[in-house]
C-alpha cells in the first residue's frame, strides 16, 4: 500500500512568510507524528497526534508553530512568521498506534531565505 | 531529554561485517529501534528489539542489547555497496510515545 505522503518536498520562502506542510499517513494509522531534522542531526520530536488530539505537543519550539489534523488522517504543520532558523527538513511519521514503529515520509525541506 | 548517542562515522570494506554502536541513558526504554536514512529520503524502519530481549536477528542484520551497559549495536554482514547511508538509533520510553533519535552513524561501504 500507499506509505506516508508529505507535499511539497521543497519550499522555499521568505522570512516572515507563512507556511503550511502537509502530511498524508498510512491509511489506518492512528498516530501521527512530526519531526525535525536539521543537516547533521538527527530528527528532533515536535508533535504527535493520536487520532486528531494533539497527545504531545512539548516538542514544538514556540507559538510560530502549530499542527492539526481534523479528521484524524491528513495532517498540517504551519508555520508563522518565519525565521532563517526554520529551514530544515520536517519529516511526518505515523504508526499503527503509539508506540508501534514509526514508518516515515520523505520529508519537506524547508528553506528561509 | 534522554540523550542517544552514536558514533559519526564507520568505513568498511564492501564483503566486511559493519557494527554501529548506539548508548542511550534511560533505563525505562521499552523499545529501541534502527532506522536507515539514504540521502534526500525519509528514515526507514530496519528492525527493532524489545528492551527485554538481547537479540535479534534478521538475515543480514543482527542487533545485540545490553541493558545493564545501556548499549545497542547493529551488525550487517556481508556489507555492501548499497549498505551505504546514514543509521539512526531510537528509543521509546515506558509511558510515552515519543521516540528519541540519535544523531546518526555515517556508513561509508568501500568497494
Known amino acids: 500500500g500507499a506509505g506516508v505522503s508529505q507535499t511539497p518536498s521543497n519550499k522555499v520562502t521568505e522570512k516572515g512568510k507563512y507556511v503550511e506542510l502537509r502530511c498524508d499517513p498510512i491509511s489506518g494509522h492512528t498516530a501521527l507524528y512530526w519531526y525535525r531534522q536539521s543537516l547533521g542531526q538527527g530528527p528532533e520530536f515536535l508533535i504527535y497526534f493520536q487520532g486528531t488530539g494533539a497527545a504531545d505537543d512539548s516538542g514544538l519550539p514556540n507559538d510560530r508553530f502549530f499542527a492539526v489534523r481534523p479528521e484524524g488522517s491528513v495532517s498540517t504543520l504551519k508555520i508563522q512568521r518565519t525565521e532563517r532558523g526554520d529551514s530544515a527538513v520536517y519529516l511526518c511519521?505515523?504508526?499503527?498506534?503509539?508506540?508501534?514503529?514509526?514508518?516515515f515520509g520523505n520529508g519537506t525541506r524547508l528553506t528561509v531565505t | 531529554g534522554e540523550d542517544v548517542e552514536q558514533s559519526l562515522f564507520l568505513s568498511v570494506r564492501e564483503g566486511d561485517s559493519s557494527v554501529i554502536n548506539c548508548t542511550y541513558t534511560?533505563?525505562?526504554?521499552?523499545?529501541l529501534y534502527w532506522y536507515k536514512q539514504e540521502p534526500g529520503a525519509g528514515l526507514q524502519l530496519l528492525t527493532y528489539i524489545f528492551s527485554n530481549m538481547d537479540m535479534k536477528q534478521d538475515q543480514r542484520l543482527t542487533v545485540l542489547l545490553n541493558k545493564k551497559d545501556k548499549h545497542l549495536s547493529l551488525r550487517i554482514a556481508d556489507t555492501q555497496t548499497g549498505d551505504s547511508a546514514i543509521y539512526f538509533c531510537a528509543e521509546t520510553l515506558f509511558g510515552f510515545n515519543k521516540f528519541y533519535f540519535g544523531s546518526g552513524t555515517k556508513l561509508n561501504v568501500k568497494p
Open positions: 534511560d533505563s525505562s526504554s521499552t523499545y
Open positions: 511519521a505515523s504508526s499503527e498506534t503509539g508506540n508501534s514503529p514509526l514508518h
